[in-house]
């Protein structure tokens, strides 16, 4: 917005809307943007740099995220580099609004927002993950198992309609 950076605005916005265009590889309904995974994005003459918060330590995505970014913003610079970044906590609360409308509508529920005024997260311990059904909306539901086809989801069952469906770990 500043005069002085009128060359390298354009530029950056062309790089987040391609990085828009990477999708998380176990879930491709949602950006990496989307997810809030995308830390901070360098530009430099000849050189971009994005940094990558891994959604949970040594899942195994993360490394693929960093070379679909590499493939995907290598058309704009001679060196583009993507890398795992712990400068910044990932944390669900980064997933956008419409990352989440995109998670509920491929039957993924979204983490229980942290503080969300829906006043629902205030009556809960927030030590209790509470899912809500993405299927019928309902939060009678329970925690089938810990552990989902990957490390970052976990399987729930909904009570209201009997749908099983993944949630995020809340982190
Ligand atoms: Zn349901």
Not at 38 to 44: F, H, K, L, S, Y
Not at 105 to 128: I, V
Request: hydrophobic share 40%; proline share 10%.
């Amino acid at each position: 917005m500043v005069s002085a950076a009128i060359s390298a605005i354009p530029l950056e916005q062309a790089i987040w809307a391609a990085l828009d265009e990477v999708h998380d590889p176990e879930i491709p309904t949602i950006s990496i943007v989307d997810l809030g995974v995308v830390g901070t994005v360098e530009v430099a003459p000849g050189r971009i740099r994005v940094a990558i918060l891994p959604t949970f330590v040594g899942c195994p995505a993360v490394d693929l995220m960093c070379a679909a970014v590499e493939d995907q913003l290598r058309g704009f610079a001679p060196q583009v580099q993507a890398r795992v970044s712990f400068a910044e906590t990932w944390t669900s609360d980064r997933i956008t609004p419409r990352g989440r409308r995109h998670l509920r509508e491929s039957g993924f529920a979204p983490p229980t927002p942290l503080g969300e005024p829906d006043g629902r997260s205030d009556l809960m311990s927030p030590l209790l993950p509470v899912a809500q059904c993405p299927y019928c909306g309902s939060a009678d539901t329970t925690l089938a198992n810990a552990f989902g086809p990957t490390l970052c989801r976990a399987i729930y069952h909904c009570a209201e309609c009997q749908q099983p469906f993944e949630q995020f770990k809340t982190i």
